[in-house]
């Protein structure tokens, strides 16, 4: 069985084993659970909204290196992150590995994150947005495709699409998202020229992830060819739903207008509901809760999730996931090599 040594951009950048980053989750994206995911040699995600304030995410930060000195970034959803400042000042003091800005421009931040001289990865959902961030002196670049779960941009492209067609525009290191969750989706995206994946849903159905049993169960039991999520992933947005909330950008708080843009993309038909409490709730909501922000899903199993589900069939610890995952990829590129006498 051959071991491959999996060094790429992304793992020089962060000293981490795998090319292989954890995603960020409002809600459940806590210190356990990412600790959890850098202790097996790839990079878990602390999400700043989920430590809820500045001295909230102090201690996160801390009680990760209490349990594992392996490389962690620390992600700031811009526009929905209450607190960006504070969050920002105590990623600086506490000398964090990477900090990951997401959802929205990053202009407002660039100049005091790059001062610190810490590591910063920007994640986009277009190719535009990820050149953008490249100019402004991101390191790397998270781009996700349309195939993945969260914010979506009417410019959007599925993902094996998006990395290959911005391989050819971005030179700092790109990481592929989107649908990505086992052995073959990491080797393919490798092979577009990512230096790296990210996951959201895939992680979601591991035993320390911080969500109720039920909506992990609905993961592993989701198909990825039901067509209310090809439709809540894939379809454009409803044109008039989508006019609508363009014109209510500057006359309501970006974090409202984000959430509702979010929904009028993932087509939730409430979308109007939104309220600013909603946020609030979002923020101080516990992982089993999420899914009574999405009302809407229809008849799929329930869930915020993407098509990764269809790679899901059993709830196992993050290190069995992620050995499986790197296990799985090397087993494919022995055979590969064999076949092809290389
Ligand atoms: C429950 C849930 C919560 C999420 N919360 C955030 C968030 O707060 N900030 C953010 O940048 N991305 C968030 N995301 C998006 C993920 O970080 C990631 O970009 C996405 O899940 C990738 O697609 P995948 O699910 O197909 O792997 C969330 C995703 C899920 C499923």
Redo the contacts with the bound molecule.
């Keep these: 069985m051959i071991e491959v040594k999996w060094i790429t951009r992304l793992t020089e950048l962060l000293g981490c084993k795998y090319p292989i980053m954890e995603?960020?989750?409002?809600g459940?994206g806590t210190a356990e659970f990412a600790a959890a995911v850098s202790k097996t040699g790839a990079v878990g995600c602390l999400?700043a909204?989920t430590s809820k304030t500045p001295e909230g995410l102090r201690e996160d930060i801390q009680k990760i290196r209490r349990i594992t000195r392996t490389p962690f970034t620390v992600?700031i959803?811009i526009g929905?992150c209450p607190h960006i400042d504070g969050m920002l000042e105590v990623c600086f003091e506490e000398d964090v590995p990477a900090i990951e800005t997401?959802?929205f421009r990053p202009d407002s931040y660039a100049e005091r994150i790059k001062k610190s001289g810490i590591t910063w990865i920007h994640?986009a959902a277009t190719v535009d947005f990820c050149k953008h961030a490249e100019k402004l002196g991101a390191d790397a670049v998270v781009l996700?495709g349309l195939?993945?779960?969260?914010f979506k941009n009417i410019r959007q492209l599925p993902t094996f699409t998006s990395i290959a067609w911005a391989v050819r525009q971005v030179d700092v290191p790109l990481i592929a998202?989107?649908?990505?969750?086992d052995s073959r989706t990491f080797l393919g995206a490798l092979f577009l020229g990512a230096e790296g994946v990210?996951?959201?849903?895939?992680l979601?159905a591991t035993k320390e992830c911080p969500l109720s049993d039920k909506i992990k169960e609905s993961i592993v039991e989701a198909r990825p060819d039901h067509p209310d999520l090809i439709r809540e992933l894939l379809a454009p947005p409803i044109p008039k739903d989508f006019a609508e909330v363009l014109k209510m950008r500057d006359k309501v708080p970006l974090e409202e207008w984000l959430i509702s843009l979010e929904k009028v993309m993932l087509k939730h038909p409430d979308w109007k509901d939104v309220d600013p409490a909603y946020l609030q709730q979002l923020i101080q909501s516990e992982g089993t809760k999420?899914v009574e922000f999405f009302p809407s899903l229809g008849t799929r199993p329930k869930g915020?999730?993407?098509?990764?589900c269809g790679y899901i069939d059993r709830i196992v610890t993050v290190q069995e996931f992620i050995e499986n995952m790197v296990k799985g990829a090397e087993e494919i590129l022995e055979k590969r090599a064999a076949e092809w006498e290389l």
């Design positions: 995603g960020a989750y409002a459940i999400t909204m992600n959803t929905l997401a959802a994640k996700v195939d993945g779960y969260g998202a989107g649908g990505i969750g990210y996951l959201g849903t895939a979601m999420i915020p999730f993407s098509f990764s």
